[in-house]
């Protein structure tokens, strides 16, 4: 064993235990601190809990050269690295699986030390030099990330390692104890049960957005309650407009005045969105499908001979009703949102909510729009680009909102819109 190694068991700053062998300080190169000071930003929107009582739990000798090159990760350096996986795994197009150990009813008795030793020696036998390991939720929860899972499908990954921790924790603990941990497998990117996307997004996989929440708490009461007030407000002064557009729709085509549509909210909640129908009924929604997937694709150019932009929505749409083009130019078709705000499904500001075969077109990447924060009437790519920039910018946009998200700043947006609106530059 080199020299520099010591068994040991540290405490962390929140008074939590970190069970593991770690590595005697050395001095910090400049990437470490780097590293050291971004976790320190990513740390303090964490809520912290109060001090617990020193545990000390030390791993035996003949796991201890294995040991001493991995650690058991405290709560936030265990979210952190989720995180990271997480954008890792966007960017790269790559699966990964995180399995919860919950260990609570296992280690609740006066052996929980050794018992909980038995635990992390086990883990370390049976998962890869690669894994992650950490508490997902302290004293209760162990989590680990297994990276880069290749092609294999989810039940054929869940069986094989189901069975590898089933033999492992026999071996180690014993049939009675060993019945007492729980094991779930939860894989990113969210399948469902036909290898599909699913239907909303599994929140074991974003804890970061949980906590970030939770921090903001103060502020979204404040948002939603801006919403409530603005949206009844608008609902009531605008009734008199709604009840033209609705004589202008009946009189001029057959069929109802609203037009229901399914699409996601935020964490990929399927909810029924209201507009005024701005088509003639019975459409073939194959047209604006194939156009959305070649627009997310980036296969929409620029048609030099009419000098037309590559927008979101289809340029002169043979389906559009001469009402419905009136209304699109002007974004009136899109007031009965503010029902929607109402109920709470959507924000005055937030991103644009995609339609379900949308949503099945996008990257991994382009996905995390519709997670950060729940979606809006209007937003930043409304009023700075509406539908002439191309989809990648639109989504860096709708990011960087949840990303710097303030009230002041939904406050802007909201400021920003009916000038937007009226100029209807980039509406179609």
């Known amino acids: 064993m080199p020299s520099d190694h010591s068994h040991s068991s540290r405490q962390s700053k929140d008074g939590r235990q970190e069970v593991a062998i770690h590595l005697q300080e050395k001095a910090m190169h400049p990437q470490q601190k780097e590293k050291t000071e971004t976790m320190a930003l990513f740390q303090a929107a964490v809520q912290r809990e109060p001090k617990r009582p020193n545990r000390t739990v030390r791993v035996s000798d003949r796991h201890a050269r294995e040991a001493s090159e991995r650690t058991i990760l405290a709560e936030d350096e265990f979210m952190y690295m989720l995180y990271m996986e997480r954008r ?28 909980l030793r038995k635990i992390t020696e086990t883990l370390y036998k049976i998962t890869r030099e690669t894994d992650i390991i950490g508490w997902y939720r302290e004293d209760s929860l162990i989590g680990v990330i297994g990276t880069e899972i290749g092609q294999a499908s989810s039940a054929e990954i869940r069986e094989k390692l189901s069975e590898k921790y089933r033999k492992g924790f026999l071996e180690a603990l ?3 104890k060993s019945s007492r941990i729980f ?17 909303s997004a599994n929140i074991t996989l974003y804890p970061d957005l949980v906590r970030k929440e939770t921090s903001r708490r103060l502020a979204l009461g404040l948002k939603r ?12 002064l605008l009734s008199p407009l709604f009840g033209l557009i609705a004589l202008l729709i009946k009189a001029t085509s057959k069929g109802p005045v609203l037009f229901r549509q399914e699409r996601r909210g935020q964490y990929g909640k399927k909810f029924t969105v209201l507009k005024f129908r701005s088509m003639r009924t019975n459409c073939d929604s194959r047209i604006h499908q194939e156009y959305v997937g070649r627009f997310i694709a980036g296969q929409v150019r620029a048609d030099g001979k009419n000098g037309e932009q590559p927008v979101f929505k289809i340029q002169k749409d ?24 109402l109920v709470g499904e959507m924000s005055l500001v937030g991103p644009r909510p995609p339609v379900e075969y ?7 990447w382009h996905r995390r729009r519709v997670m950060e924060i729940k979606p809006g009437i209007t937003g930043l790519w409304q009023v700075e680009g509406r539908s002439r920039i191309r989809f990648d910018d639109m989504v860096r946009l709708d990011l960087k909102y949840a990303r710097v998200w303030s009230i002041w700043l939904d406050l802007k947006i909201l400021f920003r819109t009916p000038a937007a609106v009226l100029s209807g530059d980039g509406a179609h």
């Open 88 to 115: 890792r795994a966007e960017r790269a197009q790559k699966r990964y699986v995180v399995m919860l150990v919950d260990v609570k009813e296992a280690i609740g008795d006066r052996e929980e030390g050794s018992t």
């Open 174 to 176: 014993g049939s009675k």
């Open 183 to 199: 094991v779930s497998f939860h894989f990113f990117p969210e399948e469902g049960e036909n290898g599909d996307s699913a239907d």
């Open 225 to 236: 309650a801006i919403d409530i007030v603005g949206s009844a407000f608008a609902l009531l």
């Open 318 to 341: 043979p389906r559009v009703t001469w009402v419905g083009a009136i209304l699109r130019k002007t974004s009136f078709d899109e007031l009965p949102q503010f029902w929607n705000v």
């Open 358 to 364: 949308e949503f099945k077109a996008y990257g991994m």
